[in-house]
Structures are given as C-alpha cells and as structure tokens.
C-alpha cells in the first residue's frame, strides 16, 4: 500500500497530463522505498485498473480522478509519505498551498526582482535567474510555474526594480543555537512594542523556522541632512536609504535591550560570539537585498512565514504554520502593513547615535 501512495505522490507532482516512463518510476521507487521491479509493475496495475494511472505506450501518468483521490488523502498519509521522500511530499503540499494563498504572495513579488529556495532530494540551493533574466513574478500562474520545479521559497527584494530605498525596514530575529523558541517570542513581543512607541506601526511574522521578523511600512521622505552612518566594524558605509534602515534597526534594538539587557545584538558579523543571543538582523536592508515573503514556505522545515497579530505570538507554536492548517484557515492577508511616519525614530537615532554599540 505505501508503494501505491508514494507512486501516485510521484505522478501528482508532475505537471498535469505529463506522462513519465517504466524506468523512471523504477529508479525512483527502488532508491526510496527499495521495491523490487516487479512489485513496481503490480502496483501500477492495480492504479490502472482502479482510475487513479492511465498508461500510454508505455507511459504512465496519473488522472484526474487519482489527483482527487490522492489530494483527498494525503492529510492522512503526510506522514508516512513525509518519512519516505521529504522533499516530494513538502514540494506537493507547496503546490496546492500555492493555489490558495498564490495571489497573497504574488502581491510581495510584482514590480521586484524575486529569488527562490528550491529543495530536491538531499540539497537545496538558490535560484535568482531563470533562462539567463532576472526573475520576476507577475501573477499566481507564474509562481505555480516555478512551484513545480521545485521552487518553493518565494523570497522578494526588498526594494522595487530601480528604486533607490527598501519599502520595508526589516528586522529579522535569529536565534543562536542555545536560545530556545520562547526566548525569540519574548523579543518580538518587546520589539513590536518598542517599535509602536517610535510611530513605527510593526507588524510580525513567523520565519518559517527558528525566528521571527518584525516589518514596517515608512511612508516615502527624504534623507536627514543631519544624518551621517553610524561607522560600523568591517565596512564602510554609504549615505543612503539602506543605511539609515539599518542604523534604525540598531537603534530599536538598542532599546530593547534596555528593557530585556544581555539578550539581543545587532553585529551581524560575530557568529561565534552570538551562540546564546539573538541577532536583530538588519542584513536584507542593502541593494538587491532579499526577504522571505508573508505566507512562503521555508524550504528546510516546509513551514509557512505566518503573520501573527501581536496578541497571538504568545501562544503560537510552529506547528500552527503547517501548510494544510494554513490553507484551510486562510481568509485573506492578515500581514497588514500601516504606513507609518519614521520621523519621531530618526530624531530619537539622531540623539541616540553616540551611544549605540555597534
């Protein structure tokens, strides 16, 4: 019965009406499920004759109906189908959670350069180019095209194409390895606040894996002209948008380790040193800097960037962010970013600046 499943998970993350041969479905199901040839031919026999397969000279895809049968199931076989190809059963889950949530995500993506994690068995690695352009996202068909090569993790720039700022001042909590999950909370909560009180109007998400992220929307101004770049340790830095984003960054946190001290940093370039901290990363904040969206999937754990409301970060478990419950509760994006004045935190980063660590 698990060789069944795992075949029809095979045909259902082909395109529809894509018919694939004998061979192929051989070496696949003897490398992950160690089924012998002949057991693999009385499996799709028995699918042929029940609906789910249809065979064409010797090709194999499966129908309409087999979709429908397997859709139906796999909820119920996740896991067991999970245990013996990680990778296929995260890239199905992707492609209906896509079909559902597509358009959310696709309103992150319009008018910006646009990467993706994508995972095959075993590996995973970043895709920016396809057919030798830049990739952009300009409707659900589109992301559901690269979805089905296995691209599920949508990760937008950070700025539109040709604009010279980010549209979103990011601040990604990353967690050393001995910082555990509620800590992370603890941080988001305090950030979340921090920012309200500076006019900032945050509003947070789940990373998909360890972290959270806290983004708000500025309203469009100009450059200080009283403001110059807090040095930093390893490079020198330019006047610019993405600068002052990321020096706005430090400022945040450094008030929030006034309220929670010894927890959190912002020198991004001291791994070692940062094992029990949590990191306020402001790394996506440069040109052609890039950010998972609000609803992707994390391609390592297959869990979803949720949005949370503020209220909801103390209760939240990671498991809420499951694809399936994600797509079953969705009723629109709850990830609403306010536009905000960032006038009150430039001139509290201006008064602050000598005193920010860096």
């Not at 003897?30 to 040839?37: I, M, P």
């Not at 789910?52 to 049968?69: D, M, N, Q």
């Not at 199931?73 to 059963?89: H, S, Y």
Request: hydrophobic share 35%.
């Amino acid at each position: 019965m698990s060789l069944e499943r795992y075949i029809l998970m095979m045909l259902a993350i082909k395109r529809e009406g894509k018919l694939i041969d004998l061979n192929h479905v051989v070496e696949k199901a003897e490398r992950d499920v160690g089924a012998k040839e002949e057991e693999i031919k009385k499996a799709l026999k028995s699918l042929i004759e029940r609906g789910l397969v249809l065979e064409e000279g010797g090709l194999f895809a499966i129908t309409r109906e087999g979709r429908e049968f397997f859709r139906e199931r796999f909820g119920e076989w996740k896991g067991e189908l999970t245990r013996i190809n990680r990778t296929w059963a995260t890239v199905y889950e992707a492609m209906n959670y896509y079909k559902i949530v597509g358009d959310t995500v696709v309103n992150y993506c319009k008018d910006r350069h646009v990467g993706f994690y994508c995972t095959f068995t075993q590996q995973h690695f970043f895709k920016r180019q396809h057919r030798g352009k830049y990739i952009t996202i300009d409707s659900r068909e589109d992301l559901l095209e690269f979805v089905q090569m296995f691209c599920i993790d949508v990760i937008p720039c950070v700025h539109r194409i040709g604009s010279d700022r980010p549209d979103w001042l990011i601040i990604d909590l990353d967690a050393g390895p001995k910082v555990g999950f509620e800590r992370v909370k603890e941080v988001a909560e305090v950030s979340y606040d921090v920012m309200e009180k500076l006019g900032m109007k945050p509003s947070v998400k789940f990373s998909g894996s360890r972290g959270m992220q806290i983004w708000s929307k500025p309203r469009p101004f100009n450059l200080p002209d009283e403001w110059e770049p807090i040095p930093m340790l390893t490079e020198k830095r330019k006047r610019n948008f993405f600068s002052l984003f990321a020096d706005l960054v430090r400022l945040i946190q450094y008030k929030v380790d006034q309220e929670i001290p010894g927890i959190t940093t912002s020198v991004v370039s001291k791994k070692a040193e940062r094992e029990d901290k949590i990191l306020m990363d402001w790394s996506c904040l440069k040109p052609n800097g890039l950010v998972r969206s609000p609803y992707g999937i994390h391609h390592k754990t297959g869990l979803v960037s949720l949005p949370l409301d503020v209220k909801e970060i103390e209760n939240f478990v990671p498991e809420d962010a499951e694809p399936g419950r994600v797509a079953e509760e969705f009723k629109g994006d709850k990830f609403k970013l306010r536009e905000s004045d960032f006038s009150s935190a430039i001139r509290e980063l201006l008064d602050l600046k000598d005193r920010i660590s860096l």
